[in-house]
C-alpha cells in the first residue's frame, strides 16, 4: 500500500519551455502533498506544501508564480515549472501523506529535468 | 540552520553484522521522526518512524531508537544484507499551527554492505 507514482520520470528540453509534474497517490487519499527539489548530494529541500483544494505553501525564497502548484484533488498534485532555464535542472519529488501529524510520507521516484 | 545532522555521509559493514545509522536534532519542537531509504534516481522509501513518546520501535531487521535528552537518534539494521546499500535519511517533524507538519531532513549517510 501507500503507492506514491510520480511522472514523468525524465525530460529533456530547450529553455522557456514550461514543463509539467504530475504526482498522484494509486491507493489512498492524500491529504496534503508535498514538492521537493533535491541537488547532488544534497538534501531534500521542501519547495511547497499543498492541501486539497487550497493554495500552496510556498517555502522561502521559492519563486510561487516560477513554480506552479495545483492540487486539486485528494489524488493528484501537479508541479509546473514556468519558463524553465539551466538552472532549474534538477530532481524533483513529490510526497504524499494520508491524514495530518505523525503520519508518514509516501515519496514518488522523483522526476529528473535537464533544460537544454 | 541545520536542524537535522547526519554527521557521518558514509558507513561500510560487513554482510551479516549491524549497522547503526545515527541522526542529531537541534529542535526541541520535534516529535515525530522517521528514517527514509534512497536509491539513486528513485524517490525515498519509508523504513520506519518514532514518536517521541516513545524511546524504542522495532520492525524486522529494523529498530529505531531515540534519546530525547540527547536529541539524538539511530536507526539499526541487523543482521545487514547486500540489499541495504543505499542512502539513508533521518527525517523529523513537530506540531505546527498549519497542517503542513512539514519534514526537515538530514543530508544523508551512504550505507554500503559488503558482501
Known amino acids: 500500500g501507500a503507492v506514491v507514482s510520480q511522472h514523468p520520470s525524465r525530460v529533456i528540453c530547450k529553455s522557456g519551455t514550461s514543463v509539467k509534474i504530475e504526482c498522484r497517490s494509486l491507493d489512498f487519499q492524500a491529504t496534503t502533498m508535498f514538492w521537493y527539489r533535491q541537488f547532488p548530494k544534497q538534501s531534500l529541500m521542501l519547495m511547497a506544501t499543498s492541501n486539497e483544494g487550497s493554495k500552496a505553501t510556498y517555502e522561502q525564497g521559492v519563486e510561487k508564480d516560477k513554480f506552479l502548484i495545483n492540487h486539486a484533488s485528494l489524488t493528484l498534485s501537479t508541479l509546473t515549472v514556468t519558463s524553465a532555464h539551466p538552472e532549474d535542472s534538477s530532481f524533483y519529488i513529490c510526497?504524499?501523506?494520508?491524514?495530518?501529524?505523525?503520519?508518514?510520507?509516501?515519496f514518488g521516484d522523483g522526476t529528473r529535468l535537464s533544460i537544454l | 540552520d541545520q536542524q537535522v545532522k547526519q554527521n557521518s555521509p558514509s558507513l561500510s559493514v560487513q554482510e551479516g553484522r549491524i549497522s547503526i545509522l545515527n541522526c542529531d536534532y537541534t529542535?526541541?519542537?520535534?516529535?515525530?521522526f522517521l528514517w527514509y531509504k534512497k536509491y539513486p534516481a528513485e524517490g525515498p522509501t519509508f523504513l520506519i518512524s518514532?514518536?517521541?513518546?516513545?524511546d524504542k520501535n522495532e520492525d524486522g531487521r529494523f529498530t529505531v531508537f531515540l534519546n530525547k535528552s540527547a536529541k539524538h537518534l539511530s536507526l539499526h539494521i541487523v543482521p545487514s544484507q547486500p540489499g541495504d546499500s543505499a542512502v539513508y535519511f533521518c527525517a523529523a517533524s513537530g506540531v505546527e499551527e498549519t497542517s503542513g507538519s512539514r519534514l526537515t531532513f538530514g543530508e544523508g549517510t551512504q550505507l554500503t554492505v559488503n558482501p
Open positions: 529542535n526541541s519542537m520535534f516529535d515525530y
Open positions: 510526497s504524499a501523506r494520508q491524514g495530518w501529524s505523525n503520519q508518514p510520507q509516501h
Open positions: 518514532i514518536s517521541s513518546i516513545k
